[in-house]
Every structure is written in structure tokens, then in C-alpha cells.
């Protein structure tokens, strides 16, 4: 069965690096999502992507974050100048179209 | 936005006894309801899902019931066993939407 897969699956990194995290969804897919989820608390919403440019993104999705699909199969979101605050696991979905989305395993951001 | 409210946030039974966990949404908009299960370090994995246009749902020993004019679902978990125990999520949106989650509840199932 396919599967969303997110490298690398922990980065550790010091306060104001730059960071990208890389995510491959599903081929057929047409939405993706990045999520991230500070440990112990709920998923959140970052930002959607479709037909190659931002449908949405959250108030917590600020200039120091962007994204990209360079090359039709990766999705990637590069943090700019990382803040100990941006340690969470990041999360990665892509949705055909409608009903399920299918979250990858994750990346842990440390941020030092 | 969308707002989702969920309850409660930590669940203790017995194996084999019945589990529910509610969730409250704001906007009407919304027309599809995932359930979420989350085991500690790992992927939430979508466990059930319903939409507007349906009151209730079933797959095996796991259940969703929506009540749009009160804009409440809940999950119903029955024969309760172990390897239920995890955090589940409940979330709302509009179909290819964001997803807006709840706030979690962990489950534990003792022996």
C-alpha cells in the first residue's frame, strides 16, 4: 500500500540554522498538508498546497517558513532561521481529492 | 475558523467496557469528520471517518455518530482491549480543507 514518507525522521539543529524537511507523498495525490504537533499537544495546521502554489496557511506559518514541490514528486518546508520554539514533530499529508488524508511518520525538529 | 472542542481529555476503563469521546465543532461548513489514532511517537492513523450527509457510522467495534444541528460527534469505542490505548483525535473540515483538530484524548485500557 503506498505511504507518505518524511526524511529525516529526527534533525537536531542549533537556534537560527536553517532547516528542510522533505516529505514524498503519494503519486496520484493532489493536496498536501504540513502539520506540526509540539509534543503532549494537538496537531496544528501550517499550510496547504495545490496545483502547485499555497491554498492556505496558518497564522503560525510566518515569513521565516516556506514551501516548496521542486520536482512533482517531493514537498519540502524549509525553516529560515529555526527558534527554540519550532521544536515539534512536523508532519507531512497528502489527500487525492476527498476524505482520508494520509499523514507521513514525521520528522522531530530539536531546535538547540 | 473552524473550532473543534474535545472531551474528555483522558479516558480510563476496564478491558471490555465502552469508551466514548466527544467532539463539539463551530462552522457549519464543515461536512467531513475524521478520527484519528495516535500511538506515542508514531503517525495519527485515520481509525473512521463520516460525513454531513450521514447520522452514523460503524466498523466493527468502532462507531461515529454526528449531529449537525448540534454540530456534535463522538467517537464510541465497544469491547474495549489494550492495544486501544493511544491518544485519538477528532477533527472537522470541509472536504480537501485544512484539517482543524481537537484537543486529544488519551485512552487507557487496563487489563
Known amino acids: 500500500e503506498p505511504e507518505v514518507t518524511q526524511t529525516p525522521s529526527h534533525q537536531v539543529t542549533q537556534m537560527g540554522q536553517e532547516v528542510i524537511l522533505r516529505c514524498v507523498p503519494i503519486?496520484?495525490?493532489?493536496?498536501f498538508y504540513w502539520y506540526r504537533q509540539i509534543l503532549g499537544q494537538k496537531v496544528e495546521f501550517l499550510v496547504s498546497f495545490y496545483n502547485n502554489e499555497i491554498s492556505e496557511k496558518s497564522e503560525i506559518f510566518d515569513d521565516q517558513f516556506s514551501v516548496e514541490r521542486p520536482d512533482g514528486s517531493n514537498f519540502t518546508l524549509k525553516i529560515r532561521s529555526t527558534k527554540l520554539e519550532d521544536s515539534a514533530m512536523y508532519f507531512c499529508?497528502?489527500?487525492?481529492?476527498?476524505?482520508?488524508?494520509?499523514f507521513g511518520p514525521g520528522t522531530r525538529l530539536t531546535v538547540l | 475558523g473552524e473550532n473543534v472542542e474535545q472531551h474528555p481529555s483522558t479516558l480510563s476503563v476496564q478491558e471490555g467496557d465502552s469508551a466514548v469521546i466527544k467532539c463539539t465543532y463551530s462552522d457549519s461548513a464543515s461536512n467531513y469528520f475524521p478520527w484519528y489514532k495516535q500511538e506515542l511517537g508514531k503517525r495519527p492513523q485515520l481509525i473512521i471517518d463520516i460525513r454531513s450527509n450521514v447520522g452514523e457510522k460503524k466498523d466493527q467495534r468502532i462507531a461515529v455518530t454526528l449531529n449537525k444541528t448540534a454540530k456534535h460527534f463522538s467517537l464510541h469505542i465497544t469491547e474495549t482491549q489494550p492495544e486501544d490505548s493511544a491518544v485519538y483525535f477528532c477533527a472537522a473540515t470541509e472536504e480537501a480543507d485544512k484539517l482543524i483538530f481537537g484537543t486529544g484524548t488519551r485512552l487507557q485500557v487496563f487489563p
Open positions: 499529508a497528502s489527500l487525492q481529492g476527498r476524505g482520508e488524508q494520509f
Open positions: 503519486s496520484n495525490h493532489l493536496y
